[in-house]
C-alpha cells in the first residue's frame, strides 16, 4: 500500500509547478522541473537543480554594513536579506572573521561497509556532546578533544544549531534568530564563532566531527522555533515553503564555513527527525531534496539523516520501533544516492522495549544496511542505570554485526574550568568506572 501510495504522490509531483527556492532537476530527481513564475530552473551542479528568481525578476538581493556598539565591544556586520515569499524574508549577518582553513584534502568516507579515516578501513568509536559548540572557554573546548583523542574516541557529534525566539543576553551563545518570519544568523563571537573553534580544535586533535542542523525537539530551538517564526506545526514543517528557505539558508551558512575541512565527517539533516502520523514519503521528500543541496554546496563530504532508526520489516518483531508511525522508512530512506550511510539510536527504555532488546534492533539495521550496500553507525545509545552491564553487550553487539561500522555513546562528560558538564542519567564521564568498560575496553576491543 505505501509503494502504490508513494508511486501516486511521485506522479503528482511531476506536473505540478516547483514552489520558489525548491529542488527542480538533478540525478535521480523524479519531481517536477518547472517552477513557479518568475523563478526558473538553474543547474547548480549534477545532484540538484534550484528554483531561483529569473533574470530580471523582481526578487532582488540587497547588502548594508551597519555597525553595533555594545558596552564593551564593537563588531561590523554584513546583512543580507533576501525575498522568499510576500511575507517572509531570510537574513544573514555575515562576520569579519575568516572561517577555519585547512590545507588538508583528506575527507572521511565509506569504503564497502566501513569508513575511512585518514586513509585507516576500521570500525570506529565515538560519542555525542550536544554542549560543546555553547561553551565560551577555548581551553575547555581543546580540554575535551584532548581527552577524546587520547581514549582512542574518533567521532564526536555535536549540534550546529542554536535556535532562538527572542535574542539572549550578551555572553550568551546563539547561532540563528527566528521571528515574525525572518531568519538572522548570528555569525559573530557569541554565534558560529564558537563553532569555527570546535571545528579548529577538532582539526587540531586529530577528532571527526558529525554536525547537525535542526532538532526535532525544542531543545535549543529546533523545529518548534521554526514554526513560532513560520506557522505551521511541527508535522507541516518538512513541506513549509518560507521555513525550508530559512533551514536551507542556515545550512548554507555553516556547510561554507567548513567545506574545506577535514575534521568533518558528516552533515546531518536533523536529530532524529519525526512527522507522527505522516506518510513516509513527507520525509523521504525532504530528505531527497535536503541532502541533495547539501551535495550541490559540498560533494566532498559525507550526508547523513540523523534518524533514529524506525520503521523496518528487515527482522522485525513487530514492535513500535520497528513501526512505520513515525513518518520514518529506513530502507527506502537509505536507499536515497545522497545518503552516504545510516543511523540508528538505541534507547529501549524510552520506546518501551527491555535492555535485552538492543541486539535484535542492532541485528536488524546491520542487515538493512549490508543489503543497502552502506554503512551504518550505531550514533546514540544510552541506559540511565547499570551501564557497563546494559550497554557493553550493546557495543559487543554493534562489533560484531555486520553492516554497523561505528557506535558513539550518549553521551560524554567531562570536568571543565566551570565544573561536570551536563548529566542527563546517561552521561559517560571522563576517567569514571563507566568510563573504562565502556571507552578503553571497548576501545581495545577493536
Known sequence: MYYSAAALLLAGLASAQVAEYGQCGGQGWTGST??????????????YSQCLPATGSSSTTSTTSKSTTTSTTTKTTTSTTTKTSSSTTTKSTTSTTSAP????????TTNGLNFTIDGET????GTNSYWIGFLTNDADVDLVMQHLYDSGLRILRVWGFNDVNT?????????????????????????????????TSAENHGIKLIINFVNNW??????????SAFGGSATTWYTNTAAQAAYQTYIKAVVSRYSSSPAIFSWELANEPRCNGCDT??????IKTTSAYIKSLDSEHMVCIGDEGFGLDTDTDGSYPFTYGEGLNFTENLSIDTIDFGTLHLYPNSWGEVDTWGPTWIKAHGDACVAAGKPCILEEYGYPSDHCTV?????????????????????????????QTSDDGNTIFYGSSDFTCLVTDHVAAF
Not at 518547472?34 to 545532484?47: F, G, H
Not at 554493534?398 to 566551570?418: E, N, P, R, V, Y
Request: charge should be negative.
Open 34 to 47: 518547472t517552477c513557479v513564475s518568475p523563478y526558473t530552473c538553474q543547474y547548480q551542479n549534477d545532484w
Open 101 to 108: 582553513v585547512s590545507t588538508s584534502t583528506v575527507f572521511p
Open 281 to 286: 514519503s513527507v520525509l523521504y521528500n525532504w
Open 218 to 227: 525544542s531543545d535549543y530551538g529546533g523545529i518548534a522555533a521554526y514554526v
Open 391 to 419: 550497554e557493553a553487550p550493546w557495543q559487543t553487539s554493534a562489533l560484531d554485526t555486520k553492516g554497523i561500522a561505528g557506535d558513539m555513546f550518549w553521551q560524554w562528560g567531562d570536568t571543565l574550568s566551570t565544573g
Open 122 to 125: 576500521s570500525y570506529y568509536a
Open 167 to 199: 535574542i539572549p543576553s550578551s555572553g550568551t551563545v546563539w547561532f540563528q534568530h527566528l521571528t515574525d518570519g525572518t531568519a538572522t544568523i548570528n555569525t559573530g563571537a557569541d554565534g558560529l564563532e564558537r563553532l569555527d573553534y570546535v571545528v
